[in-house]
C-alpha cells in the first residue's frame, strides 16, 4: 500500500475466485458497465471502480497522470482484500490496464482491452485533450464534452438503442469539471503501452465495436498483434452494430467474451498451481 485514498467501488456482480475489474470510459463512470455485469453467468463476481476524478471518487491533489490512476485502482482493491484480478477497462478504462499491467503486473492475471488502443496520442490530440480541458476549467461546465455521445455509439444504436443517447448524455452531465480537465490531461500525458502487451503473458480478450471511429479495429489487431509477440493467449471479438460503447451498445456480447477470458485465466490459474 502507497496511502493513496480510495476510490469509489460498487459489487456490480457477487461471485467466488478470480474478480473483474471493470474499469470506465471518458467522460462516463461506473454505471456504464453496469448491463453488461448483469450479463455475466452466476459466480462470476464483478467490481466496477470509478477512476480519479469519475463519478463518486476525487482527486486527490495528484498531478495528471493515468499511472496515478493505475496506482489507486490498484491500492483500492488491495484494501479490499483482492490480491489479483482481472483488468478489464473500455476505452480511457483500457489505458488505465495497461498502466496497471505495467507497474503491477503480478496484479493483472487478464486483461480486457474493450474499445480502447495501447498508443500515444498524436499531437494534435494532445493539443484537443489540453483545449478541452482549459475549456472546462474556464466554464465549469461539461459543455465541451457534451456532443461525444454522438461519436460514442454506432449509427444503429443512435436510431434502434434510442435510450443510450440521452442515457450517456446524462452521465456525462452529472462528471465534474475538474475531474474532466484531470483525465484529459492525464490521458493527453499517457506513453506508447504497446511494448507492455509485447511482454504481457496471461490471457488477453480484445473486444471492438464494429462501428468504432475512436478506437477502431486497426488499433484493436495492433493489440492482438503485440499481446501475441509476448505468446499470450488472445482472442479478437469485433461486435456487430456497436460503436465504441460495445459494453452498454450490446452488453451480452461483451459479456461472453469476457466469460471466456474469465475461463481461460481460471484455467491458467488451476494449471500453474498444479505445477507448484
Ligand atoms: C473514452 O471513451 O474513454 C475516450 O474516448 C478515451 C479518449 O479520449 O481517448
Redesign the pocket.
Known amino acids: 500500500m502507497t496511502g493513496t485514498s480510495p476510490l469509489n467501488t460498487i459489487n456490480l456482480r457477487e461471485g467466488i475466485g478470480l474478480p473483474l475489474v471493470l474499469l ?5 463512470d461506473v454505471r456504464m458497465w453496469a448491463a453488461c455485469a448483469e450479463a455475466l453467468p452466476p459466480g462470476v463476481s464483478a467490481i466496477g471502480v470509478d477512476l480519479p476524478g469519475a463519478g463518486h471518487s476525487d482527486l486527490d491533489g495528484a498531478p495528471p497522470g493515468l499511472e496515478h490512476s493505475a496506482e489507486r485502482v490498484h491500492d483500492t482493491l488491495r484494501g479490499m482484500g483482492v490480491g489479483n484480478a482481472i483488468v478489464v477497462g ?6 488505465v490496464a495497461l498502466a496497471l499491467a505495467d507497474l503491477y503486473p503480478g496484479f493483472v492475471a487478464g486483461l480486457g482491452l474493450v ?3 495501447s498508443v500515444a ?1 498524436a499531437e494534435d ?1 494532445r493539443a484537443n ?1 489540453h483545449r478541452i480541458a482549459n475549456a472546462v476549467e474556464e466554464t465549469q461546465t461539461v459543455d465541451a464534452v457534451l456532443g ?1 455521445p454522438a ?2 455509439l454506432s449509427p444503429t444504436s443512435v436510431t434502434e438503442r434510442r435510450h443510450l443517447f440521452p442515457l450517456l448524455e446524462s452521465w456525462i452531465r452529472s462528471q465534474s469539471p475538474a475531474g474532466i480537465a484531470w ?2 490531461r492525464a ?1 493527453a500525458a499517457r506513453p506508447d503501452r504497446t511494448p507492455v502487451l509485447e511482454k504481457y503473458d496471461a490471457p488477453v480478450a480484445v473486444v471492438v465495436g464494429e462501428h468504432d471511429a ?2 477502431p479495429r486497426a488499433q484493436a489487431e495492433h493489440m492482438v498483434a503485440a499481446a501475441k509477440k509476448a505468446g499470450a493467449d488472445v482472442t479478437l471479438t469485433e461486435v456487430p452494430d456497436a460503436g ?2 460495445a459494453p452498454v451498445e450490446d452488453p451480452a456480447t461483451v459479456a461472453a467474451a469476457l466469460t471466456h477470458l474469465h475461463e481461460r485465466v481460471r484455467n491458467r490459474e488451476h494449471v500453474r498451481s498444479r505445477r507448484r
Do not use: N
Open positions: 470506465h470510459g471518458f467522460p462516463l473500455l476505452s480511457m478504462g483500457g489505458y474499445d480502447t488502443k496520442d490530440a485533450r461525444m461519436a460514442l483525465m484529459q490521458m475512436l478506437s465504441h460503447m
